[in-house]
């Protein structure tokens, strides 16, 4: 069900940022091409949270331009193609650099009303067991299948989830500690995603730290089944919104409408 919430008044820091402690991370990347738009995207974040920037292959003279609109620079090497760099970012390692209670991701070309800070602060006002949540949806729902003896034995349980909502990355707010309880689950979850092919391993372990008990059973191929793309390289938003379902926690992802003060218009989304 979606949920419109009400504007609020407020016009500067919003209220719940008591005793000036940032109460959220701010994420968001882009390449020589979102320049002019990070131009005109970071001075709305940089008074409501710490904002990371993620380059994607920014240059110097780049990043001279944006100098003081952002707090940490980030320059991810995942992948030599930008769209996928971020991808990459956004699920490797968002979970493990957010410190503050909520973290936000949005996307360069996102285009965000002066207050949209008082959006999230009214989502998390008024839904405060909410985990992730977003004001767009995508057009397809989630359907999929993960199986296999060394699914079971990595997760202590099969992935199987049929027609559940996905929260687009565009923009979206996530809950830190819920994502970092969940990070090892989530980067096998990935892992099961973007290193097999056709049920078999094709890719190294981006961690092997979970991998040191490594037996025979943890060779054999897994079944994937569902909406996937066969060439799964990250769609982070996807793999975000499986694991809030996957782990039982599909009550607590919710799309808001946000009134209009964040706006997301790219095929296949989905207006609230």
């Known amino acids: 069900m979606v949920e419109v919430l009400p504007a609020t008044t407020n016009a500067a820091a919003p209220t719940f940022m008591n005793d000036n402690r940032r109460v959220i991370d701010i994420f968001v990347a882009g390449g020589p091409q979102h320049v002019a738009q990070l131009k005109a995207l970071l001075p709305k974040l940089h008074a409501y949270g710490t904002v990371h920037l993620a380059s994607s292959f920014l240059t110097s003279v780049e990043l001279a331009q944006l100098q003081g609109q952002f707090d940490v620079l980030h320059q991810p090497h995942h992948s030599s193609d930008g769209y996928h760099n971020f991808e990459l970012f956004s699920i490797r390692d968002i ?7 909520y973290f936000v991701k949005l996307d360069a070309d996102t285009h965000i009303e002066p207050d949209w800070i008082d959006y999230v602060e009214a989502c998390i006002t008024a839904h405060p067991d909410t985990v ?71 890719r190294p372990s981006p ?66």
């Not at 979970?95 to 209670?101: T, Y």
């Not at 349980?157 to 996905?166: G, N, Y």
């Not at 066969?230 to 793999?239: I, M, Q, S």
């Open 95 to 101: 979970n493990k650099i957010a410190r503050a209670p």
């Open 207 to 272: 961690n092997p730290q979970y991998w040191l008990d490594d037996t025979p059973a943890l060779q054999e191929p897994i079944t994937v089944l569902g909406n996937r793309n066969k060439n799964f390289k990250g769609n982070e938003d996807t793999l975000r919104s499986l694991v809030v379902h996957a782990v039982g926690a599909g009550n607590r992802l919710d799309v808001f409408d946000s009134g209009g003060r964040i706006r997301i218009d790219r095929p296949g989304t989905m207006f609230p």
């Open 132 to 202: 992730l949540f977003g004001p767009r949806k995508g057009n397809v729902d989630i359907s999929l299948q993960i199986s296999g003896r060394v699914v079971q034995e990595k997760l202590s349980r099969e992935i199987s989830v049929r027609d559940v909502t996905k929260v687009i990355g565009g923009f979206y707010v996530g809950k830190t500690s819920f994502f970092k309880d969940h990070l090892r689950f989530m980067d096998l979850v990935h892992e099961f995603l973007w290193c097999y092919e056709e049920g078999v391993r094709r």
